[in-house]
């Protein structure tokens, strides 16, 4: 399978501190496992324009994208909650970072490759309607699944998010909409202290206690996503990628490895080609102990190739 690989050297521009666990050295950590295994070579490469602020309307209210553009520093930092702030070059980084799930989305669709991972940052699935939070201004896979839907009438809609955090901006953004899956495992209690509440149908929210490993997370996806995607049977597959449940990462208590990726990456596309045609666009969301994150990645992008 032809793999794409999104992303762009200006996601490195923004900066949020020295000692910020999302930094820039995250995309070198990727792109160092990528060459020092060889999968590089055997990836496309497609560098995003920056999104259409209009395209960010089908996610994010108006008033709130005008926001953060007028906020947009011209030097120094501008702080908009206690874990995310924005530097002169954040803007500029946040907008490609959802112009490259958009660019993925039209690759995939056109099958120039199969799946499409965006190799981008900041981060996107704690950006809700109207708020940036958890180091996320726009969210980035809401935006390509808003997308794929406007451009290319695809009615059917999983958002898939292993990230060790609750995707709440991407719950926020799928909870009155028909035509979208949402299915997140996270750790609980942690950071952003929701996906407990209430629910509707279409969202597949799963706890994971602290101590929760391997087993746990297997057994969680095998009893709450497949059933649900089985059910579902969705037309196009999105994942909010996040590494940070990683057993060297110390954002969390959950212990997850290479090999929990490489699985639940099977999984996925294994859906995908049932109902699908294949067609999964892949977002990296968290992940910030650099050695372990290069070989999750490298993981993921083996279970999307079919190894």
């Not at 900066?15 to 160092?32: V, W």
């Not at 990836?43 to 999104?51: I, K, Q, T």
């Not at 996610?59 to 530097?87: R, W």
Request: charge should be negative; include cysteine; proline fraction near 6%.
């Amino acid at each position: 399978m032809t793999i794409g690989i999104v992303s762009h050297p200006a996601c490195a521009g923004h900066e949020m501190g020295d000692y910020h666990p999302e930094s820039p050295a995250r995309l070198g950590a990727i792109e160092d496992r990528l060459i020092s295994t060889g999968l590089d070579f055997v990836l496309r490469h497609f560098e995003p324009e920056p999104v259409d602020p209009a395209l960010l309307e089908l996610v994010h209210n108006k008033d709130y994208i005008e926001s953060i553009f007028a906020q947009a520093p011209q030097e120094g930092t501008v702080v908009l909650d206690g874990d995310t702030s924005m530097c002169p070059k954040t803007l500029n980084a946040a907008l490609l970072a959802a112009g490259s799930a958009v660019l993925a989305v039209d690759k995939v669709v056109a099958k120039e490759v199969s799946a499409a991972f965006c190799e981008v940052r900041p981060p996107g699935h704690h950006a809700e309607r109207d708020k940036a939070m958890g180091f996320c201004l726009f969210n980035n896979v809401a935006v390509g699944a808003a997308y794929a839907r406007q451009q290319y009438g695809i009615e059917r809609i999983a958002i898939l998010d292993f990230d060790v955090h609750h995707g709440n901006g991407t719950q926020d953004f799928v909870s009155d909409k028909d035509g979208y899956l949402f299915c997140s495992t996270f750790q609980h209690p942690l950071f952003p202290f929701s996906g407990t509440e209430p629910h509707p149908d279409h969202i597949i929210n799963t706890p994971l206690e602290a101590t929760a490993s391997s087993t746990e997370f297997r057994e969680a996806v095998e009893r709450d996503w497949l059933p649900a995607l089985h059910r579902f049977q969705p037309q196009m597959v999105f994942i909010s990628a996040g590494f940070d449940a990683h057993a060297e990462d110390d954002m969390s208590q959950v212990r997850l490895y290479e090999s929990d990726y490489l699985w639940v990456t099977q999984q996925i596309r294994a859906i995908a080609d049932q109902y699908a045609e294949g067609r999964i666009v892949s977002v990296l969301e968290g992940g910030y102990s650099l050695d372990a994150l290069g070989r999750s990645v490298v993981a993921h992008l083996n279970g999307l190739i079919g190894k």
